[in-house]
């Protein structure tokens, strides 16, 4: 099973921008879907975005669609979510996870059995 370890979350403003990365460890991502998901406090996780790592056909979740861009890097095992035009309302934490399932490019969570342990992106009106 695919370790995950997901980095470069942080506090900024609205309007702002952040990169997250998801590191993978113990197998390549090849024949994988990664996807990112967030949770807000109170709130159930939400599905963000998701990437077919082989064919890097993408899915992005409407309310972020034209500022979160989900993308595989050159090297191996690791997928990036980069969020343009943050809004208060982004502030969650942020999960990377991975599915062998084809379906799971569709976002459901139930799909994915690796999950990494979060980063915390706060967005400051």
């Known amino acids: 099973q695919v370790q995950l370890v997901e980095s470069g979350g942080g506090l900024v403003q609205a309007g702002g921008s952040l990169r997250l990365s998801c590191a993978a460890s113990?197998?390549?991502?090849?024949?994988?879907?990664v996807a990112w998901f967030r949770q807000a406090p109170g709130k159930e996780r939400e599905f963000v975005a998701a990437i077919n790592w082989n064919y890097e056909n993408t899915n992005h979740e409407d309310s972020v669609k034209g500022r979160f861009t989900i993308s595989r890097g050159n090297a191996a095992n690791t997928v990036y979510l980069q969020m343009n035009s943050l809004k208060p309302e982004d502030t969650a934490l942020y999960y990377c996870a991975a599915s062998t399932a084809t379906m799971a490019i569709y976002g459901g969570a139930r799909d994915f059995v690796s999950w990494g342990q979060g980063t915390q992106v706060t967005v400051s009106a």
């Open positions: 113990g197998r390549t991502l090849s024949n994988y879907i």
